[in-house]
């Protein structure tokens, strides 16, 4: 019996499964007729979630909510209408930049055709002048060629730099930053004049005192190469305007390291070429304190703490040495023992004991007899107090000991 009912039950399974449920026609439909939508590459992790069942966890929570509504409403496609405006824009800002590029900035529309140049102050001003312009009227004033004008006037040592300021649509302002001689670079050969970035100025004309440095090797190529001389240089060239003129050279010496001689001046003493900045603004504190005045030297190796040497020595006026008797001067004043040496005084006479008081030693010094009218004890200007008298003969002054 139980084998024939799961049978049975078996074949009325088989048979439900076989039954085809009726299709709904309407469904069907509005699937054919729907336009489908592209799934983005964005809504890939939203579609996992929902798989695995845990996106509904996360709205129950909160965590999502109306935010992950908007952002799949975000993420849909554009229009069509939309997405041709967008490649028709795109099109367009192509085609300006193509003709920009490719026409206009060297088209004669922006042509330089006025040229000023400033900044000039050697003799060699007019045809740095013309070269520039010659080359600046080749070009445009939204095609700027940095490289082209420099190499116009490398053959110019005193060119350091050129500034460019375009005026559109024709004009242009060129500033020239010249390379100013910060020493004469001085060998047994040849003096040239050297800028303090150790650039040769060959042909430059100096105006006026440039502080010399002397240089052991050959001057040769477009910089100086001698270590030692490009020391000195970083001195001289980092002095203030005012003192750099005053300078005559750089020194090297053993003991002292860099010292810059001034005409009508001390020498200072900058040992080394680090923080040449604060060594000269303190050389210059230094120079304008009037308590220095008449220094020979002024030491700045340590630029926090200046020291002024060679200074002349104040008369001082001599003082008794300590235990001296002392005596009063009519005006006031305490002189000094007139037995001391160095004094104008005559020595105090020798006295002679008696044989009596060789016996017995005195320990006071006896006075000496008043002069009539003045009271005792006082001291007359002129008169030299009387010496102390002591057992024996002093000879010059000093206290013979006892036999």
Partial sequence: MRGGAASVTGRRRAARRSVRRPVNRRFVRRLATRRPVRRLAAERPVRRLIAQGALRRLVARGAIGRVATRHSRGLRALSVRARRRLLALAAVCLALAGVFQFWFRDSELVDVDHVTVSGLSTREAPRLRA??????????????????????????????????????????????????????????????????????????????????????????????????????????????AAIRRRIESVERRKSDGLVVPLRDGPEVIFGDAVRVRAKWIAAARVLADKAAAGASYIDVRLPGRPAAGGLPAETVTPVAPA?????????????????????????????????????????????????????????TPGQAPAAPTTGGTAADGAASPLP
């Fill in 323 to 379: 235990g001296s008797p002392t005596y009063s001067t009519p005006d006031g004043g305490a002189a000094a023992d007139p037995g001391a040496p160095g004094t104008g005084s005559p020595p105090p006479s020798t006295t002679t004991a008696s044989p009596d008081a060789a016996a017995a030693p005195l320990t006071e010094p006896a006075e000496p007899a008043p002069v009539p009218g003045t009271a005792p004890g006082t001291v």
């Fill in 131 to 240: 070269a520039l312009a010659a080359t600046a009227r080749s070009m445009t004033t939204l095609h700027l060629d940095r490289e082209r004008l420099e190499r116009a006037v490398e053959a110019y040592p005193v060119v350091r730099a050129l500034e460019l300021s375009p005026d559109f649509p024709h004009g242009l302002h060129i500033q020239v930053i010249e390379h100013h001689p910060a020493a004469m670079a001085v060998t047994d050969e040849a003096r040239v004049p050297v800028a303090r970035d150790g650039t040769l100025l060959r042909g430059v004309p100096v105006e006026g005192r440039t502080p010399t440095v002397t240089v052991e090797r050959a001057l040769r190529g477009e910089r100086l190469e001698d270590p030692a001389a490009l020391r000195a240089l970083r001195v001289a060239g980092g002095a203030p």
